[in-house]
Every structure is written in C-alpha cells, then in structure tokens.
C-alpha cells in the first residue's frame, strides 16, 4: 500500500500547480490522475495523425507570480509576444486589430468615432478602480458578503457595485457611450464562462477578472501583459500550450512529486471524520491525511465522497447545482496559412494569421447566438474563439502544414431536436462557414479535421456537462458561492480532505490560482495543527517560505 503525505486527485493545470507547492514545502505528494495524459482540458494531444494541440488557445489568464514560483521559466516554459495579440472581424468586412502599441489600437478606436479611445480607457479605469477600492484578493480565500461590501462607503462605490454585480455589460456600454464596433469587440470576454448575452444582469463583472489579479499583486515595475485588457496579452506559448502543463509536470518532478496517469480514482476514503486516503478504480488503496481534489467539485461531492453524516447535506444541494456547459471545439488540418481577405500583403496577412480571432462580429450577434442556446439549438450563428497555432509553433503540424483551433462558446448540451451524432458536422460546417466570411481561403485549403460536440468533451475531457469552469461564473456563483457556501474556502467538513480546480474560487480558466489557494490552505492548516499528521506537519514546519506566500 502506498503512503503520502498529501495526494492529489486530478493531474490538470491546478492540481499540478497545488502539487508543486505543497512539494515544494517539503511534503511527499503523489498525483492520482484518471487520464493517460496529464492537464486535463490544458493537456496536448494528438487530434489528427501529426496534428497536436489543446482544448483552450489561449494563456492570457496564466498568473504571473505562479510561473515565478514554480520556476516554470526553468522548466522550458517561455512566450511569444505576439504581434498583432487579436482579430475581430466586424460586420462590413473590416477587422479590428489589437496591437502591442497602444497608440495603433487607439488610433483603430477612434477611427470608429472621434474620441473613442479615452472613453475605452475610461471604461477600463472604471473597472480598474473599482478593483482597486474592492480590495479582494485572488490569493485568498473569497469574500463573505459582508467583507466584499466593507469598502463600498461612498454612493459612487455603490452604484459602480450595482451596475458591474446587477448590471449587464450590455448597460455598462452604453453608459461610456461605446461605438457599435467597440461593444462587439468586448462583448465576448462577458460572456464568456456564463449561460448569458450581453444583456444578461451580471455579466459585467466578467470585465473584473483581470482588474482583481492587477488589484490583487503589485504589479512590477515596467511593462505588465495583465494591463491590456485584450485577451493575448500574455503571449503565446513557445511549442504550442501544452507547453504550459510540460512545465508544470516538470517543476513538479524536480520537486519529488509522484505523477500517476491511467489511475482514475473511485473512492475517497474517510474514518472518523478525517480522510485517510483513496482507492482507485483497480482496487488500489493508497494512504495519505490529505487529499486535494482538483477535479470538478460537483464530481468529488457526488461520486467519490460516500455517504458520510457530515456531507448529505452538502450533496443535496450540489445535486440540485447544474453545470449547464456550452463547449464545442473544432479543429482544421490546413495545406496552408489562413489569410484574409483585408490583408493588404503578405507580411499583413503573416502577422493577422499568428493572432488570436473571435467571431462575433456584433453585440446583437451574441445576443441572437444565446438565443441558440436557451433554446436549445445547435448554434445557427456560432461564437467562436480561433486559433493559428502552428504560426507560432510549426512543430505541432507536419512540415508546411497548419492547424486552426476553434472553440465555439454557444452549443447546447442538451439538444431540443435530434442529438448530437447528427449535428456535430453539420455546426463543423457552418463554423468554416463563418469563418470564411473574413477568412476566404478557408475552404480551399482544409486537408481534414475533427470535432468534439459537448457530449463528446465531457467523456473525452471529465468535464460534467461540457462545462470548462466546473460551474457557472456569472456573480450568483462566485465569492462564498463557489462552489457552494460552506464549501467556498476550499476547506471541507472532513479534516484534511479540500477541493481545488476551476470550480472553486476564483475559477479564473488557466490561471493556476485555485491550485496555489488551496495549497496555501493546506499548509496553513498544518501550521496551525488544524490536520492531524504528525508527519506531514514536522515536514512544513521545516519548510523553506514559497515566494508569495
């Protein structure tokens, strides 16, 4: 029977960054993983013979001071600043372009009316100061209401309060009296993660996510990629995303971390209050006085916890918790670059192909793309974040080859009519389709490609319902909500057992903010004699300070 100090359950991009701490402190830690790959959803993959990738396209959320502490840069993690960092194509064929300099994506703003870049900077200042007064941090764990509230004293506080947690972003636009082409180039990021339009209540406080992690750290001195709100800031990863995970797996071996693949955990036991362990589907036990499980928290409460007096209470409420997903991805195997038809040159069309694309070319778009997906219909108009991987990493296609990555951000789980075997390649083909409105020699040079409709993400990836964030993240589920009130410092009623990954606090895509959270709750309570292990506790308190902690 194996023995650890701590297990993890989950080997994605958060279990693997909680690993990597809680070694780094000194603690034996062993990864239990259920996949044959590590990184979940972040884990490269092979989707056609020669063609690699991943689930998400971008690392615009990656934390900064997690990269540090984990040396990821060591580990042979470092990015491309890609220039342009996004596309949006508009309505009439134009396209927006977001540049490094800011001069260049203000000079496009204020092309769409005069004055537009100072009331886009205003709208971002707005957010960014309210962040600011907030004064929550991501490093934490979430807020009660009352501590959310605490520095909220002025009325101006309270209504910037109540139009970025009740309003829509929809609202929130029209009060900075944003161009038309500017409301569609932002109206994706508030939507994203959420069953909501822009018109939803709530769904500006997507615009908050970056602010918090600026108002949470100090930024260094210099240039910082979270200060341009454009996703893409961070860079691309040098040899594709799954870079981001080899590094992690590989800062994580260098520390003594146990990486075990093809172990899909069954069971987590508990006696007498406390974890001791898991068992694995094949019988396997292994022993440890702390579990950290990074899998979907409606997972762990629902299957792998039994029926122990102190979590019924805890699995009533999380069974009657939907995930109501909306993934779908699309991959397509190119003979060539992807070009558009506004490029002026080669160079021009080189530079657009490397950037990362969305299609929603205006906010009514998304409004009617919604529509699909309340009522339950395979999307007629697709949302869709996009890809060219290979301009960046050519190794991850064969030579000469490309591939475009697309994630649709509106295809129902659940089908009103027929199902998804009969749907999946017809929204295949209308997403080239879409695509091909700006990108016109997209049809001609597809040699092949492959989709995941939700049903499909959730057997390949785990993911309950196709849901990405392990649950919505619109404001009703965030803070003390995530993933449920009781359940929201990551902390659970048996001793030693905690909950990680993107359904706790504070979600946040590929961030590794969760992992580091909960790692620090876990070597906060050995400190304090909160879990009863004697091993495991001489080994902290040992342990060298993590940077940030």
Not at 219 to 234: E, H, I, K, N, V
Not at 298 to 317: M, N, Q, S
Request: proline residues 7%.
């Amino acid at each position: 029977m194996a023995s650890f100090d701590a297990i993890v359950v989950g080997g994605g991009h958060n279990g693997l960054v909680c690993a990597g701490y809680l070694a780094g402190a000194g603690l034996k830690v062993a990864v239990v993983e259920r996949a044959e790959m590590l990184g979940g959803p972040a884990g490269r993959r092979e989707f056609m013979p020669g063609y690699f990738g991943i689930f998400p396209n971008s690392p615009g959320s990656l934390e900064p001071m997690i990269t540090r502490d984990l040396e990821l840069e060591r580990h042979g993690l470092r990015f491309i600043p890609q220039n342009p960092t996004l596309v949006h194509p508009l309505e009439d064929g134009r396209l927006f372009v977001a540049w490094r300099e800011k001069e260049r994506t203000s000079a496009q703003l204020d092309a769409f009316a005069p004055g537009e870049s100072a009331r886009y900077d205003a709208l971002f200042k707005y957010v960014q100061d309210f962040a600011d007064k907030l004064g929550v941090s991501l490093f934490k764990p979430p807020p009660t209401l009352q501590e959310l509230v605490r520095n909220l004293t002025s009325l101006a506080d309270q209504e910037a309060f109540s139009r970025i947690f009740f309003g829509s972003v929809r609202d929130l636009f029209e009060e900075f009296e944003l161009a038309p082409e500017t409301k569609a180039v932002l109206g994706p990021i508030s939507t994203i993660g959420a069953i909501a339009a822009p018109a939803t209540p709530g769904t500006a406080m997507n615009l908050l996510i970056r602010p918090l992690s600026l108002a949470s750290v100090a930024a260094d001195a210099g240039y910082d990629p979270r200060r341009m709100p454009l996703r893409g800031s961070t860079g691309l990863p040098a040899g594709g995303m799954g870079a981001i995970v080899d590094s992690m797996a590989s800062s994580a071996l260098r520390r003594g971390v146990v990486l075990r693949t093809g172990s899909p955990v069954a069971h987590i036991r508990i006696r007498g209050g406390a974890v001791t362990g898991v068992v694995t589907a094949s019988g396997e036990e292994i022993d440890a006085p702390i579990v950290v499980s990074a899998a979907n928290p409606h997972i762990t409460v629902l299957d792998l916890i039994g029926d122990e007096p102190e979590w019924r209470d805890f699995k009533a409420r999380m069974a009657r918790r939907r995930m109501s997903g909306k993934a779908y991805k699309l991959v397509l195997a190119l003979d060539a670059m992807p070009r558009y038809a506004a490029a002026a040159d080669d160079a021009e069309a080189a530079a657009l192909a490397g950037a990362q694309f969305r299609i929603a070319p205006t906010l009514d778009y998304l409004e009617e793309a919604h529509t699909d997906l309340l009522i339950g219909r395979a999307p007629v108009k697709p949302v869709i974040w996009g890809l060219c991987t290979t301009i960046t990493a050519p190794e991850l296609a064969p030579k000469g080859k490309h591939i475009l990555s697309m994630n649709i951000g509106n295809a129902p789980y659940e089908l009103r009519d027929g199902d998804w075997r009969t749907e999946r390649d017809k929204l295949a083909r209308r997403c080239i389709e879409a695509a091909s409105r700006w990108i016109t020699n997209l049809p001609n040079i597809i040699n092949d490609y492959r989709c995941y409709d939700p049903t499909q993400i959730e057997q390949e990836l785990g993911l309950s319902e196709a849901n990405i964030t392990h649950g919505d993240m619109s404001p009703w589920n965030q803070f003390w909500m995530r993933p449920l009130p009781g359940l929201h410092d990551y902390r659970t009623p048996t001793r030693g057992l905690y909950l990680s990954g993107v359904g706790t606090w504070p979600g946040n895509y590929v961030s590794g903010i969760p992992g580091h959270n909960t790692a620090h709750a876990v070597l906060d309570d050995l400190r304090a004699g909160r879990i009863d292990t004697r091993q495991a506790a001489k080994a902290v308190a040992g342990a060298r300070v993590m940077a940030g902690e």
